[in-house]
């Protein structure tokens, strides 16, 4: 999490829209990423609204809000937002290719390992 700023500022966002749920918000693993992006010079729109499996409704409130506050990238934290990511991408697409954010997510990864 502590690297989400930095992949996001080579990924050239400027806005992103943070998307997760109130449990994994109340633990604080969302305030993590929000930091290191605000950090980055990146600004956070907080979308804390996830379910599992989320319903349409539930993606078309994050796509509305995405859009609203004209965001250009989408990070997505907890399993939960998941399934919401996938139907946001695909109602409020963001400019970065997926080759780019393939590599940017493997050097996520390899943080953790």
């Known amino acids: 999490m502590s690297t989400t700023g930095d992949v996001a500022k080579e990924l050239g966002f400027k806005k992103v829209l943070v998307v997760t749920d109130e449990n994994v ?3 604080g693993h969302s305030q993590k990423s929000i930091d290191s992006l605000n950090e980055a ?4 729109v907080l979308f804390n609204r996830c379910e599992m499996d989320a319903p349409d409704y539930t993606v078309q409130a994050g796509a509305d809000l995405a859009k609203s506050e004209a965001i250009d ?5 907890g399993c939960t937002s998941y ?3 996938e139907g946001l991408r695909f109602l409020c697409p ?3 290719t997926e080759e780019l954010i393939s590599e940017s997510l493997a050097k996520i990864y390899d943080c953790y390992q």
């Open 94 to 96: 963001v400019p970065a």
């Open 25 to 27: 918000e109340k633990m």
């Open 41 to 44: 010079g990146i600004e956070t």
């Open 83 to 85: 399934v919401a990511n």
């Open 73 to 77: 990238g989408i990070v997505g934290i």
